[in-house]
């Protein structure tokens, strides 16, 4: 399957200050990323699709001017949650869709831990 | 609306046998998944099922029923290293992913 790369692990920021997420495919092109944000004791929620070559698309009640998404090639994405708050403190994943038909498989960078100050 | 059921939390002792159970309710569909997570983790693909029936790899098994948009996943002779969260995902018609919000697996001796 597919190996994803996360960087930073985690991190600590003071409170308004950008943070940057990288997530790397390093043995997959994907033409799309996800990145997913889950808050403690609860389910992953996606937060938007990361298109290389184009803009994301974002859920519903996720603010694209807070969290810019970079698809910069076919290895390479980034979430830059800009003005980080308390309340973005979570961990972020990242991930890639790989397979056709039947083999449709989703797989997970290691995630991010952010704790904003 | 879209909903993906699972029990919250769940508890078992070592060299047992659990079920977990999944109920969906989606606009269509493209198969169901199972995920194992770790605390402080990202996801592991334990399964993919897109029809009916039993698929079986080593100590996990998952079944599908379509018709009553239903799984669950059997873990066997348990180990204190499952203790995690298993969480049901099903790919819409969109192929889209709808994450269930996990079930807590404990394990105890």
């Known amino acids: 399957g597919a190996v994803v790369s996360q960087h930073p692990s985690w991190v600590i920021c003071k409170s308004g200050t950008s943070v940057k997420i990288e997530c790397r495919s390093l043995?997959?092109?994907?033409?799309?990323m996800f990145w997913y944000r889950q808050f403690p004791k609860q389910s992953l929620m996606l937060m938007a699709t990361s298109n290389e070559g184009s803009k994301a698309t974002y859920e519903q009640g996720v603010e694209k001017d807070k969290f810019l998404i970079n698809h910069a090639s076919l290895t390479l994405s980034t979430l830059t949650v800009t003005s980080a708050h308390p309340e973005d403190s979570s961990f972020y994943i990242c991930?890639?869709?790989?397979?056709?038909?039947?083999?449709?498989?989703?797989?997970f960078g290691p995630g991010t831990r952010l704790t904003v100050l | 609306g879209q909903n993906i059921d699972q029990p919250t939390e769940m508890t078992a002792t070592e060299g047992a046998i659990v079920q977990i159970n999944c109920t969906y309710q989606?606009?269509?569909?493209?198969?169901l998944f199972w995920y194992q997570q770790h605390a402080g983790e990202a996801p592991t693909f334990l399964s993919y099922n897109v029809l009916d029936g039993l698929e079986e790899k080593g100590r996990f098994s998952s079944f599908l029923s379509r018709s009553k948009g239903y799984s669950y996943l059997l873990l066997k002779e348990l180990q204190m290293k499952d203790s995690a969260s298993y969480l049901c995902a099903v790919m819409d018609s969109n192929y889209q992913l709808i994450w269930g919000a996990g079930t807590k697996l404990i394990i105890k001796p």
């Open positions: 991930s890639v869709r790989g397979g056709t038909g039947e083999a449709i498989e989703q797989f």
């Open positions: 043995d997959f092109q994907a033409t799309t």
């Open positions: 989606t606009s269509g569909f493209n198969g």
